[in-house]
């Protein structure tokens, strides 16, 4: 088996004296898709959050391959280079067109060449589908499209790793799928993905292992077809009778 690209170990994190992950072990190996589900508040954004170094973690520690990231003197934008992350909503910066928001990061952060940025931006939202709104503004676009430029915006940068929060949550339904498309996409080039979702007839489809978070812990995890199928602990079947 090789190494796991990342390792969280025994993480927890606090607001206040809420008690938000108690104690995360979660180990992420190259390519491997994994989905988090959960009901809200079960701290699936506050880890994948922590994963990215936009929290800092109370105890416990995460390992990107050989690397302690949350050790205090890691250069936190290189990790953040290397482990991408989308959101909800308010991805894009609307002051800039498609194409400047996909190569802002190669450019300023990245080392890439503005030349290199730019082909590299018109082969990716060729892919998604989008090439010709390269000279459009986020405001412009559906909130479907504008989720996929967010993914495209991620992934130029060459991530090891990326994290996807809920990211269909906020979009009409009817755009929903071109969104789930790309994540398809994502994974048959062999990405690695951690995505907190609701959707649960995606997850398994998508995902070699479910995560399913219940108060600040990993209360099961599994390849979907046993969890959907034959979940071990009364609290992850209620949950999934809930959110067929
Ligand atoms: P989920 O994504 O599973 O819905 P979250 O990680 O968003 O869960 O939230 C878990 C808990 O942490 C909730 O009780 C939420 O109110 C709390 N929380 C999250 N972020 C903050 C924050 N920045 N400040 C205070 N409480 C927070
Ligand atoms: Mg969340």
Redesign the pocket.
């Known amino acids: 088996m090789t190494p796991p690209l990342l390792r969280a170990e025994a993480v927890r994190k606090s ?2 004296t ?1 008690e ?1 992950l108690k104690g995360i072990d979660l180990h992420v190996a190259e390519g491997e898709v994994i989905c988090l589900i ?10 994948l ?1 922590c994963l990215n170094l936009l ?1 800092q973690v109370d105890d416990g520690d995460i390992w990107l391959d050989d690397q302690e990231i949350t050790d205090p003197r890691i250069d936190e934008d290189e990790v953040r280079r290397q482990i991408g992350i989308v959101f909800q909503a308010y991805n894009l910066f609307p002051h800039l067109s498609v194409e400047r928001n996909i190569t802002l990061g190669p450019t300023e952060a990245g080392g890439v060449s503005a030349l290199d940025a730019k082909a590299r931006a018109a082969e990716l939202l060729a892919r998604v589908g989008l090439a010709e709104k390269a000279k459009a503004y986020p405001d412009a676009l559906s909130g479907g499209q504008q989720q996929r430029v967010a993914l495209v915006r991620a992934i130029a940068m060459r991530p090891r790793l990326l994290l996807l ?2 990211i269909t949550s906020a979009l009409d339904p009817m755009l929903v799928g071109e969104v789930l498309d790309v994540i398809r996409e994502l994974r048959r080039d062999g990405m690695t993905i951690v995505m ?1 979702t609701h959707e649960m007839t995606f997850a398994r489809e998508i995902s070699d292992r479910i995560v399913f ?1 219940a108060d ?1 812990l990993v209360e099961e995890s599994g390849p979907p077809e046993q969890i959907f199928t034959a979940p071990r602990s009364p609290r992850t079947a209620e949950f999934l009778a809930r959110h067929r």
């Open positions: 607001f206040g809420n938000v959960g009901a809200s508040g079960s701290g699936k954004s506050t880890l959050r929290e929060d809920e907190a978070m600040g």
